[in-house]
């Protein structure tokens, strides 16, 4: 037996009724062709000056370990320490 919510599909005169409150709110905008061609399209989190690169590297298990026992925000930790030891290193 699931336990899945049943998805109710309205009827056409369920769906008919639904769209005469629609049209009869006066609220309701409802944009042409060309209204919605000059929208410009928002969202999403803003772009960052410096973005993080996602990529694939292989480290240590026991390093990874040590990392991720400190909790959430281990990768962030990790950034840093590397960051940390371009402060006083050369990386070649």
């Known amino acids: 037996m699931s336990n ?3 998805l109710h599909i309205p009827t056409p005169e369920e769906d008919a009724a639904i769209q005469r409150g629609i049209d009869a709110d006066p609220d ?8 919605f061609a000059q929208m410009k399209r928002r969202g999403g989190r803003p772009k960052l000056e410096h973005p993080k690169i996602a990529m694939t590297v292989r480290y240590d298990a ?10 959430e925000g281990w990768q962030t930790r990790m950034n840093n320490a590397l960051r940390e030891w371009l402060d006083t290193h050369s990386p070649a």
């Not at 309701?28 to 209204?35: H, M």
């Not at 026991?62 to 909790?71: K, V, W, Y």
């Open 28 to 35: 309701t905008f409802v944009p042409s062709d060309a209204q």
């Open 4 to 6: 899945k919510p049943k």
């Open 62 to 71: 026991d390093i990874i370990e040590r990392f991720r026992t400190t909790g």
